[in-house]
């Protein structure tokens, strides 16, 4: 089946470093999404990896390794703005079409 | 501005009350999508359309309804809305290529009583 696995909850200091991590088992995988969701707002997208390796975009850097179906989101210089939810998505292609399916996201509390 | 524009924003409503959520993309989009949100299950998909006329079951289609007559709207429909289907429902739209964002809409909060 496909399963989509990230911690539920994470908590860290301003100006600091932290690894979201996601681990997933699917089919047909075309890619990996990072999306960020302050309560109550649309997902916002973030990063996409479909090759093996890092992709660094200003504070934010996403992993991936298809042989291990593992990826991370890695936050630098963390800020009270960045105090969110994070979703890792799959896409994958099945049955003539594309599907994305979901993480059930990872809860981030910066602390001042 | 390229944008996905769903409404309304908050709806209440009774069992059994026919309602509609629109949805409009101005990105000539050919993929679009409606998703439910619930604390601790995640989104989930209800149903999806790969292009005019073509719309396929999610995961979670039972109770709901979708058209897809032009490109750019993809409304959904609750025939008779039932207390479960309280939840924070997204619209989203992507190019379809499968590598390609999804873009979503501001969310529609549902309360059925």
């Known amino acids: 089946g496909q399963n989509i696995d990230q911690p539920t909850e994470m908590t860290a200091t301003e100006g600091a470093i932290v690894q979201i991590n996601c681990t997933y088992q699917?089919?047909?995988?075309?890619?990996l999404f990072w999306y960020q969701q302050h309560a109550g707002e649309a997902p916002t997208f973030l990063s996409y990896n479909v090759l093996d390796g890092l992709e660094e975009k200003g504070r934010f850097s996403s992993f991936l390794s298809r042989s291990k179906g593992y990826s991370y989101l890695l936050l630098k210089e963390l800020q009270m703005k960045d105090s969110a939810s994070y979703l890792c998505?799959?896409?994958?292609?099945?049955?003539?079409?594309?599907?994305?399916?979901f993480g059930t996201g990872t809860r981030l509390k910066v602390l001042a | 501005e390229a944008q996905v524009t769903q409404n309304p924003r908050y709806l209440i409503t009774v069992t059994g009350k026919k309602l509609t959520v629109t949805c409009s993309q101005n990105?000539?989009?050919?993929?679009m999508s409606w998703y439910r949100q619930d604390p601790g299950l995640g989104l989930r998909q209800i149903y999806y359309?790969?292009?005019?006329?073509?719309?396929d079951k999610g995961d979670v289609p039972e109770g709901y309804k979708v058209s897809r007559k032009e490109k750019r709207n993809f409304p959904l429909i609750l025939e008779s809305p039932s207390p479960n289907q309280t939840s924070l429902y997204f619209c989203?739209?992507?190019?379809?290529?499968?590598?390609?964002?999804?873009?979503f809409g501001n969310g529609t909060r549902l309360t059925v009583t």
């Open positions: 699917t089919s047909g995988f075309n890619g």
């Open positions: 990105m000539n989009h050919e993929y």
């Open positions: 359309s790969m292009n005019v006329e073509v719309t």
């Open positions: 989203a739209s992507s190019s379809g290529t499968g590598s390609s964002p999804l873009h």
């Open positions: 998505a799959v896409s994958r292609f099945t049955s003539g079409t594309y599907k994305y399916i």
